[in-house]
T-cell receptor, first 115, second 119 residues
Framework: AQSVTQLDSQVPVFEEAPVELRCNYS??????LFWYVQYPNQGLQLLLK??????LVKGINGFEAEFNKSQTSFHLRKPSVHISDTAEYFC?????????????FGQGTILTVHP | SQTIHQWPATLVQPVGSPLSLECTVE??????LYWYRQAAGRGLQLLFY??????ISSEVPQNLSASRPQDRQFILSSKKLLLSDSGFYLC??????????????????FGDGTRLSIL
């Protein structure tokens, strides 16, 4: 079984500041990793994914994440945030093999960008 | 391009009433389909998934059921709603490729959700 821990439930930052949203996972098998963003009363939108290869993954809206296998982490970063980045962010994992793509989500991190 | 539709967007139902939420996908064939529930402050929980017509797998025991009467249609139902069924319900799909065993490297794409309030 897999589990995902998002270490911060809320992260307040000022506009144009850098931000890091932390995600740790646990799994007995290799996994695929995802970050999703959810704006109020909307579904989830895929930000980026790590499947294999380079451990630094770039996504939409200027976000990037780094996979660290030894620390079982997949932290999300953005060098300069905008007001429009205010949303809830979810880290998710999916095990390899015939798992039918089932995702296990973290509890979410609410990012609030202040002017 | 592929799109996913969920309806209704919001629903208020009394305890003990039935439920039917519908999800349809366009622009792809034989997708994997998923129902999630998002309760306040509790993240997303996978409820059901389906890899084909009539094939439903339940992840957690509950008061809900799912059906897939057509390739791109996924329905979430209940005969009698409980207060604990309140939440935000999300449908999702992912690509399926015949002969490809490892589905899980395909990202899931989500609908806009249904907010269900039980009174």
């Amino acid at each position: 079984a897999q589990s995902v821990t998002q270490l911060d439930s809320q992260v307040p930052v000022f506009e144009e500041a850098p931000v890091e949203l932390r995600c740790n996972y646990s799994s007995s098998v290799s996994v695929y990793l995802f970050w999703y963003v959810q704006y109020p009363n909307q579904g989830l939108q895929l930000l980026l994914k790590y499947l294999s290869g380079s451990t630094l993954v770039k996504g939409i809206n200027g976000f990037e994440a780094e996979f660290n296998k030894s620390q079982t982490s997949f932290h999300l970063r953005k060098p300069s945030v905008h007001i429009s980045d205010t949303a809830e962010y979810f880290c998710a994992v999916s095990p390899g093999g015939t798992s039918y793509g089932k995702l296990t989500f973290g509890q979410g991190t609410i990012l609030t960008v202040h002017p | 391009s592929q799109t996913i539709h969920q309806w209704p967007a919001t629903l208020v139902q009394p305890v003990g009433s039935p439920l039917s939420l519908e999800c349809t996908v366009e622009g792809t064939s034989n997708p994997n389909l998923y129902w999630y529930r998002q309760a306040a402050g509790r993240g997303l929980q996978l409820l059901f998934y389906s890899v084909g017509i009539g094939q439903i797998s339940s992840e957690v025991p509950q008061n809900l059921s799912a059906s897939r009467p057509q390739d791109r249609q996924f329905i979430l139902s209940s005969k009698k709603l409980l207060l604990s069924d309140s939440g935000f319900y999300l449908c999702a799909w992912s690509n399926y490729r015949p002969g490809q065993l490892a589905y899980s490297n395909q990202p899931q794409h989500f609908g806009d959700g249904t907010r269900l309030s039980i009174l």
